[in-house]
């Protein structure tokens, strides 16, 4: 076990928008933590906002570090499963960006290595720690809309022009779905464990668009029906979240703030971080309307977790296996949109429990 006076070493692989915008603030932020290494190929990028970083361009000098107790992989999504296989074989703890894998089996093979390895394992899915998230699942768990029947999450941009970066172009684990499909699958998840069957549909609609840049997936639960929806051609009119029960409705208009205010330069910490403006709306059935102060955001808390999984002190915030069941309805999604039929998951017992707890 590592000595909880001694903050922890961490290594950060990759610093492109996810590495630069989430990861080394929230780090950096963090008691505990010591960010010491970047593996950039651009150190020039690192060194304007971290002038004193050390910054290496090759993965080997990180993983042979004895000082490294940590290594987060913020890199390209088909290099997420290799580099996080070698690090965990190096003896080190891992954060992996989402997507965890490109596939069930990946996932599945990471999630044995971890336990063989003894190592913390975990899949960076920050936006649990969302403003919006956090105050829908707490009027959701409160029973005030009684038995919520319909529930709808949407991450839509307006982004008409395609752009030059691996996340738009053909390859292994690119396209919206891959991009945030896990967010949303993960926080459907966390509300209602697993569900019965998944539909998907997926498509191009940009002009020279090579990769899915609209995504729209029904899960199944009995009567309940959750829809998780990301577009790219949406200028605005559609709300974060939109969910209805047996007692009123809830929407929630606009997204958690914390990726505008980490691109502005705010961090965790200073006096407005997390703070949502915009308010959660309850619907009564007489039409009326409550404005709620939507709780605050705090994503840094994903990487208090992580310390204390590592330090003993808890689990990881987000374990392998749940990583995995988020993994088998992305998969089921892309099936089901290129078979036209629902799919159900394919899961094992033991992968199948890791939302027990949410669903019950």
Do not use: C
Not at 33 to 48: F, I
């Amino acid at each position: 076990m590592n000595d909880p006076s001694t903050p922890l070493h961490v290594a950060l692989i990759g610093y492109g928008f996810a590495g630069k915008t989430f990861h080394a603030p929230l780090i950096r932020s963090v008691p505990g933590l010591a960010l010491r290494t970047v593996v950039s190929r651009d150190a020039n990028k690192v060194h304007a906002d971290l002038p004193d970083m050390d910054v290496v361009a090759d993965v080997a000098k990180v993983l042979a570090d004895r000082q490294v107790d940590v290594v987060v992989i913020a890199s390209p999504n088909d290099t997420h499963a290799p580099l996080a296989r070698a690090a965990l074989e190096a003896g080190k703890h891992v954060v992996v960006d989402k997507p965890f894998a490109l596939d069930l089996q990946q996932a599945r093979s990471l999630a044995a290595v971890a336990q063989q390895q003894g190592r913390v394992l975990s899949v960076f899915q920050n936006r649990r720690w969302d403003s919006d998230f956090l105050g829908v699942r707490q009027l959701i768990a409160q029973g005030t809309l009684g038995e919520v029947t319909h529930f709808e999450s949407h991450i839509d941009r307006f982004r008409p022009q395609v752009r030059a970066r691996w996340r738009e172009q053909p390859g292994a684990g690119s396209g919206l779905w891959y991009d945030l499909g896990p967010h949303l699958v993960d926080q459907a998840l966390s509300l209602f464990g697993l569900p019965e069957r998944v539909w998907g549909s997926l498509a191009t609609q940009r002009d020279g668009g090579e990769v899915t840049d609209w995504a729209h997936v029904v899960l199944e639960y009995g009567q309940r029906r959750v829809i998780l929806h990301a577009g790219m051609l949406v200028a605005g009119g559609s709300a974060r979240f939109t969910v209805h029960g047996t007692q009123g409705s809830l929407v929630k208009p606009r997204i958690d703030v914390q990726e505008a205010q980490l691109i502005a330069g705010m961090r965790p910490g200073d006096a407005e971080w997390g703070i949502d403006p915009d308010d959660l709306l309850l619907y009564d059935g007489d039409g009326q309307v409550t404005h709620l102060t939507t709780p605050r955001g705090d994503q840094s808390r994903y990487y208090a977790a992580f310390r204390d999984a590592v330090l003993g002190r808890g689990a990881a915030p987000v374990t392998p296996r749940q990583a995995i069941t988020v993994m088998a309805v992305i998969e089921a999604a892309m099936q089901s949109a290129a078979e036209h039929r629902a799919v159900v998951l394919e899961l094992e017992d033991g992968e199948r429990e890791a939302w027990q707890a949410a669903s019950n």
